[in-house]
């Protein structure tokens, strides 16, 4: 939406005419403050350099971390950790949370919050593996798996932008559904995949250029991620809506869809990850997914996303990831207990949220 002059207070040199615009990503007012001819810059223009600034440190801070806990997994364990199977075994893992990431980062940054793609995973995964579904091969199984993740986010979705629900109480309660319809089809039993062409996906044989399909998916899923949040008109709506959702309404756009839309691609994403989920263990369980709206929240805390909504980078979600599943590599290769691993991941959520809580207020104002 085009903004006409605003009279405000007179500010000598006399001000140049501001600028037209819309909502912006990171801030909270729909009209950009003028400039004075000769006089210094805008504070909202100053917030979004520093914020673009920060966002460069953030990640270049968790490149730093990762490479940091390389050198760790170097000198602990050099044979097993820098070996090309591991490395290999640490991208795949990542994969099938890195791809929920994608899509709960999306969420977030319009304001929201899925607590439910762990259970849709689930639920998605064990559909896909009956055995009626098997019936039609690989095809069958990947069609379920994602249509299973497009359902459930459809009625996320509905019940939010149109329902009116709370994002919190909404995606709890299709936790709670999802997971018990999982445990329901599934009668607690894990369902083994007989079909050959889903199973092919995970050998050595079906690696391009030495990476597995998996890892192949979930660079391209991320790719697509940051194309649509950064490239996109879709992507700055999406920021828009996150960063003030009635500037947003009076500059057009139409909020409760692009909340229902946001909530689809997160449930595509967890479909996707269902089927990933498949390739890599060769079953359907409803205990599958457990925990990942934790894991992927998480991720995209450290990453930069901002849990109010009207920030974040996929670039950073990712990183996000990659630095978890390479703590719990580490972990595992050293024979560390898990519940020292969950101690770790628990203090740098902590460390990632008191910086954003820091930096909001620094560029606040």
Partial sequence: MTTGATPGPAVPPPASPPASGGPS?????AVPAPRGNGGRPAKQGGSRSRLAAFADVRNLSLLGVLAALVVVGALTRPEQFM??????LVLTQASVIGVV???VTLVIISGGIDLSVGAI??????WATTLATQEFGLTGILFCAVFVGLGCGLVNGMLIAYGGMVPFIATLAMLASARGLALLLSDGKTQVVRVDA???LGLPGSYVLGIPPLVLVFAAVTVIGWLVLNRTTFGRRTVAVGGNPEAARLAGIDVKRQRLLLY???GLCCGVAAFLLIVLT???QNTNGNLYE????AAAIIGGTLLSGGRGTIVGSVLGVLVFTTITNLFALNNLQSDVQQIAKGAIIVAAVLIQNRTARGSGG
């Fill in 101 to 103: 990431t994608v899509g």
């Fill in 83 to 88: 070996s090309a199977e591991n490395l290999r």
């Fill in 282 to 284: 060769g079953s359907g």
């Fill in 264 to 266: 689809l691609i997160s």
């Fill in 294 to 297: 934790l894991d992927a929240i």
């Fill in 198 to 200: 889903v199973l092919d």
């Fill in 25 to 29: 990503g990171g801030s909270g007012g």
């Fill in 121 to 126: 995973v689930a639920l998605a995964s064990v």
